[in-house]
């Protein structure tokens, strides 16, 4: 398992990835700037908080602890198509219409067919 501080950098370096700072994760997830302050003085958020960063950045819980190897598991087209569709529903902090949001869904899975050589 991670110290605090190696989970505050993990928190910072997916956030750097996604292209998204950490005061605005902080904002969406109704968190102030204490709690980044909390991990590096070494104390650990509780698993409330934990869940909803990881569900906001869109890794496990496990993956911010350190508890896993790779933030993200997708072992088929499936897989991907269920992991946007929790990513897109599965988080209130999304601004995403509804259209929005089925118009991402159809071309995640359009993408997923023409890979699989349905779409010829």
Excluded: W
Aim: charged share 30%; glycine share 6%.
């Amino acid at each position: 398992m991670r110290t605090p501080n190696e989970i505050r950098e993990n928190i910072i370096d997916l956030l750097k990835k996604r292209h998204v700072s950490v005061n605005k994760m902080l904002t969406d997830c109704g968190y102030n700037t204490s709690l980044v302050n909390d991990l590096k003085k070494g104390q650990m958020p509780s698993a409330d908080k934990i869940s909803n960063i990881a569900k906001y950045i869109g890794v496990s819980s496990d993956y911010l602890l350190g508890n896993e190897n790779e933030d993200i598991k997708l072992n088929s087209e499936e897989d991907f198509i269920n992991k946007l569709r929790q990513t897109l529903y599965g988080n209130d902090s999304h601004k995403l219409s509804e259209p929005d949001k089925e118009h991402i869904l159809g071309i995640a899975e359009m993408l997923s067919k023409i890979k699989s050589g349905e779409n010829k």
